[in-house]
Nanobody
Framework: QLRLVESGGGLVQPGGSLRLSCAAPGFNLEHYAMGWFRQAPGKKRERVSCISNTDDITHYADSVKGRFTISRDDAKTTVYLQMNSLKPEDTATYYC??????????????????WGQGTQVTVSS
């Protein structure tokens, strides 16, 4: 059973940066379409970014485009979300997710088979 583990969250000042990591101990994520989602208190979970499992093409929500970057490591065991120029409205619990039955990429949450436990990101001065 694939188990996703996120890390890298924390408290950062506006304008700062954080890098989130998502790994699946014992598993290679090369053939999984991967996504990052977030949920702020009192709000619905929303998409942040995703990366294809065929050509590593990346996609971003408009709210993070130009500030966040999703990537895979060379060994394809970890997926990262580099977050720069963070804003208070980026405060949320961030979840990574893996889709094993998708060719390419997807924003559809129901197509993601596995979810991590989440990591908290707080942007505040």
């Amino acid at each position: 059973q694939l188990r996703l583990v996120e890390s890298g969250g924390g408290l950062v000042q506006p304008g700062g940066s954080l890098r989130l990591s998502c790994a699946a101990p014992g598993f290679n994520l090369e053939h999984y379409a991967m996504g990052w989602f977030r949920q702020a208190p009192g709000k619905k979970r929303e998409r942040v970014s995703c990366i294809s499992n065929t050509d590593d093409i990346t996609h971003y929500a408009d709210s993070v485009k130009g500030r966040f970057t999703i990537s895979r490591d060379d060994a394809k065991t970890t997926v990262y979300l580099q977050m720069n120029s963070l804003k208070p409205e980026d405060t949320a619990t961030y979840y990574c997710a893996a889709a094993g039955h998708v060719q390419g990429w997807t924003w559809r949450e129901y197509e993601y088979d596995y979810w991590g436990q989440g990591t908290q990101v707080t942007v505040s001065s």
